[in-house]
């Protein structure tokens, strides 16, 4: 894209600079100069190593495990509003601490709204996030705040595989609208696990509602966490006849071993996206990694000559 009479600036912690680089790639510009290291101590030490005085700059800095990720991109947002960056979006492309985004029992916290509302006094004036957990997590912020999707590309991805008979399947009740869009953009059916969740890392499966039985079921969720959900729906799907199952995420957490038992299972493929960098992951042959790069720089031209952000969500 050619930016040379709108000038962007785009910054990065070390969360995902791989993902950074590729989005300036795109953009046809260099990536901002700054050092993020630390001091003896552990402490982050940070330092913008170029001016961006009355300049609008993009950070990109997902807030996934460990903590330093969110605080790396606090301090970023920080250094960036004291030297007098004329406006400053922070673009997260997985938006961590959204799990406890409301009150399930007595004496818990809601995480996603005490760091959307950190994000914004550390400096950010605008958000941009990719397929929150919640998308009522939008309205936590107090600062124009965008939740682009990556089923876009996972849609595009499906198309040119060119499969007949699909169907979308949820894997839970609060995935249903993201899967029932995601049916209609590939002209496929419906169908809905309803599950019941013995622990927070315990799932067990308890009806499905829809036909399965000789279809190619494509399981669509915003994150891979531990994996339980999906890999109960799967072998649920081909109980019920289904003729194979692919599952689609955006985020690819898989904690602790969830990676291994991916490999392991009766998945025809994975696919994923790169809204996450963990250093000396290897996927096995059966994962797509996508590249959510792209519809970032997208979203960051739409937002820097004021043209619609909507238009990222068609397909």
């Known amino acids: 894209m050619d930016s040379e009479y709108n000038p962007i600036k785009i910054f ?10 590729k989005v300036a790639s795109y953009l046809g510009i260099p990536l901002g100069q700054a050092e993020v290291g630390r001091f003896p101590d552990g402490e982050i030490k940070l330092r913008i190593s170029e001016n961006v005085r009355g300049l609008n700059v993009y950070v990109i800095q997902p807030t996934n495990a460990p903590a330093d990720n969110l605080f790396e991109l606090l301090i970023l947002l920080d250094a960036l509003k004291r030297a007098s960056a004329a406006s400053i979006t922070a673009i ?26 950190l994000v914004t006094v550390a400096g950010a004036d605008r958000v941009v996030a990719i397929d929150l957990h919640a998308a009522q997590i939008q309205g936590f912020f107090d600062i124009p705040a965008d939740n682009l999707t990556a089923m876009v590309q996972f849609a595009q991805y499906i198309k040119r595989k060119e499969l007949e008979d699909l169907v979308v399947l949820s894997p839970d009740v609060g995935g249903v609208a993201r899967a029932s869009t995601f049916a209609q953009t590939i002209h496929a059916s419906q169908a809905l696990f309803v599950k019941k969740r013995l622990s927070p890392d315990a799932v067990e499966i308890q009806s499905l509602i829809g036909d399965v ?16 959900t999906m890999l109960n729906a799967c ?7 289904a003729k194979s199952v692919i599952a689609c995420a955006t985020h690819a957490v898989f904690a602790g071993d969830s990676l291994g038992l991916f490999a392991r299972s009766n998945f025809s493929e994975v696919i994923v996206t790169d809204t996450m960098f963990v250093p000396g992951r290897e996927y096995p042959s059966m994962f797509t990694v996508l590249s959510v790069s792209e519809l970032i720089a997208k979203a960051i031209y739409s937002i820097h000559n004021h043209s619609s952000v909507s238009a990222l969500f068609q397909l």
Request: proline content about 5%; overall charge positive.
């Open 92 to 117: 997260i492309p997985f938006f961590g601490y959204a799990r406890q985004d409301r009150k399930v029992r007595s004496r818990e916290p809601i995480s996603a709204k005490l760091v959307a509302n």
């Open 12 to 21: 990065s912690g070390n969360a995902n600079k791989p993902l950074a680089e």
């Open 213 to 228: 039985r000789g279809k190619n079921v494509i399981i669509a969720d915003d994150a891979i966490h531990t994996g339980n």
């Open 235 to 241: 072998n649920r799907a081909l109980t019920e006849g």
